[in-house]
């Protein structure tokens, strides 16, 4: 059987990508537990056994800090600080609610973050607020590790490409396109996605879907 411990992967120091249900969550181990997105509900007791076998225990858990607030990534969140940007508190019951709602009857008690923000984790993890898949969806950049976690933002293929939120998902293509802008601004090396394998060469691959999509 495969252990919770062999099916994650460490895409920077201290940084792990963990499989959960429905979604990847990216989980930073330092003094305190940060977690980047949750997974579907049902998801929690996956991570909780994963933190268990890397030695930790899942009470360090001090946040969950959320990407954007569709169930794939929110529902797994409990026991702990749930950072979401306010324009996203509504949106489990709001979008898609025929199939969205039956998955998750109602938001968790959050607490707001907002673009500029700083999360006390990585040297200073800072909130860029990048709507366009959703109104609240934020990426979040770790400057000293050149990393940024994107959620669903963006996206890339089989062969590594980058491209655009998925349309059928995403609620304003102009907006996100504006917020790609403000990606291939930073100075980063590695993008980790929510539903694909981190992406290198990030200044150069963002740089060559802003010149691609118009």
Request: aromatic residues 4%; contains cysteine.
């Amino acid at each position: 059987m495969t252990s919770p411990r062999s099916s994650s992967t460490e895409v920077a120091s201290r940084v792990h990508r963990v499989p959960l249900i429905g979604a990847t969550a990216y989980v930073i181990l330092e003094d305190e537990i940060t977690v980047i997105d949750a997974g579907l509900r049902g998801s929690l007791p996956r991570l909780h056994a994963w933190i268990t076998s890397v030695g930790r225990s899942p009470q360090e858990v001090r946040r969950f800090v959320i990407t954007h607030a569709h169930p794939d990534h929110i529902g797994g969140a409990a026991g702990a600080d749930i950072l979401l940007h306010p324009a996203d508190r509504e949106r489990p019951l709001r979008f898609n609610a025929g199939t969205i709602a039956r998955r998750l009857s109602r938001l968790p008690a959050t607490i707001d973050v907002a673009d500029g923000d700083v999360v006390p984790v990585l040297g200073g993890l800072r909130v860029i607020h990048t709507p366009g898949h959703t109104p609240g969806s934020v990426c979040l950049y770790a400057e000293r590790e050149g990393i940024v976690f994107v959620g669903d933002a963006l996206w890339s293929d089989d062969d590594g490409a980058l491209h655009p939120p998925n349309p059928y998902w995403s609620e304003d293509l102009p907006s996100a396109r504006r917020s790609l802008d403000t990606l291939a601004g930073l100075r980063v090396g590695t993008i980790l996605l929510a539903h694909r394998p981190p992406l290198e060469r990030a200044e150069r691959a963002l740089g060559e879907l802003a010149e691609r999509w118009h």
